[in-house]
């Protein structure tokens, strides 16, 4: 309903309005009407009897409310979420693979309960509603966790964007319980699947590049997400684009992954690990992994697991654990070298030399 100015009265104090009549209920309404760099800004503020309001009290309401307005807070009355996701989504960098994930877990977990809501109504009760609502659903602390982390940055741009003032997720947390797959006899385990793969996919240089390359630290989202353009068979190195870390990462190109490399049938463009079939990326590699594990006799066995493989592997062989992280393309090794630099390239050289040690060399029991 528009404002009507002739149905209130200037109080005292500049740009505070009093209604003349007051409601039979809510008592006296207060209104701000004031011009601020050249536009003006109408809010009502409250009422006498329901919100307690006095004309002192109301100008103080009013004098906070034309700060705002005058540092720049847009006004959020009309900012569903819906809308701020918007907004936020087309900031994102959507060549990067976790963008288009953070819209799917939007659409997924939380546009239906608060997509509609203003971002102003929004309460931390309402987002932990969720986050229950995910626990009876037998929902992992991680797939939990997976919200957390796009309603937080979601909050900050309304907050860099002065949509908002306060964050309602900054006093919510998921502890997700550390998966962390304890690795026993690594040296011979890494030996053990690294002959696994060679034998099983001799014949198939696709797969036995594929598989080897998760003995290179490299996760398998970065793995199905490697081009050729990014591969120098010259210099024996390759890039990684799109990382978990968000930026690009050097390393060196493994011998043992340099032949099976350029023994695949392919145009060499493009993405290295297309499907033979449609030409565009891989997206599920389980029915070959089954079949590895099969022949392994290794349950445990995964693309993540090559990972732990490799760098307790490493360890046993004296290697440090910045290096062994900068393997791994962290960027902080943990909290008490997190002021270190990490060389991605200069540690994977580092971790190859011990790679090639533990595949020449003999097993001593």
């Not at 009897?49 to 009290?57: A, E, G, I």
């Not at 011998?255 to 449609?278: Q, R």
Request: net charge positive.
């Amino acid at each position: 309903m528009a404002i009507n100015l002739k149905e209130f009265n200037l109080t005292k104090y500049p740009n505070l309005y009093k209604s003349i009549k007051p409601h039979n209920k809510y008592g006296y309404k207060y209104l701000l009407w004031a011009k601020i760099d050249g536009k003006t800004h109408k809010k009502i503020i409250g009422y006498s009897k329901k919100d307690t309001l006095t004309d002192r009290s109301a100008n103080l309401l009013a004098d906070k409310i034309k700060s705002e307005i005058e540092a720049g807070y847009t006004s959020s009355s009309k900012i569903t979420l819906d809308k701020l996701f918007e907004l936020y989504f087309e900031t994102l960098d959507t060549s990067k693979q976790w963008t288009h994930k953070k819209k799917y877990i939007y659409n997924l977990y939380i546009q239906k309960k608060l997509g509609k809501k203003r971002i102003d109504k929004i309460r931390e009760m309402d987002i932990q509603s969720i986050l229950n609502k995910m626990t009876k659903d037998n929902l992992s602390p991680r797939t939990r966790k997976s919200v957390m982390e796009v309603l937080n940055p979601l909050f900050k741009f309304a907050i860099t964007n002065k949509y908002l003032k306060d964050n309602p997720t900054i006093g919510i947390t998921v502890k997700v319980p550390s998966q962390k797959k304890i690795v026993t006899n690594a040296t011979e385990l890494f030996k053990k699947i690294y002959t696994g793969i060679n034998a099983y996919y001799h014949d198939n240089p696709f797969y036995r590049a594929l598989f080897l390359f998760g003995f290179t630290g490299r996760r398998k989202s970065e793995i199905l997400n490697l081009k050729w353009e990014n591969i120098d068979f010259k210099h024996n190195y390759y890039w990684i684009e799109d990382t978990k870390t968000d930026d690009q990462q050097k390393y060196q190109l493994p011998p043992y992954l340099i032949e099976p490399l350029i023994a695949i049938k392919d145009d060499k463009k493009g993405l290295v690990f297309k499907s033979p079939i449609t030409g565009k990326k891989i997206v599920n590699i389980d029915r070959q992994m089954r079949q590895l594990k099969k022949f392994l006799e290794l349950d445990t066995l995964s693309m993540h697991y090559m990972r732990n493989v490799l760098v307790s592997a490493l360890a046993e062989q004296g290697i440090e654990a910045i290096t062994l992280s900068g393997i791994l393309g962290h960027k902080d090794p943990n909290t008490i070298n997190k002021y270190l630099s990490i060389n991605h390239h200069k540690s994977s050289q580092i971790g190859l030399n011990k790679v090639e040690t533990i595949i020449e060399g003999e097993i001593v029991e």
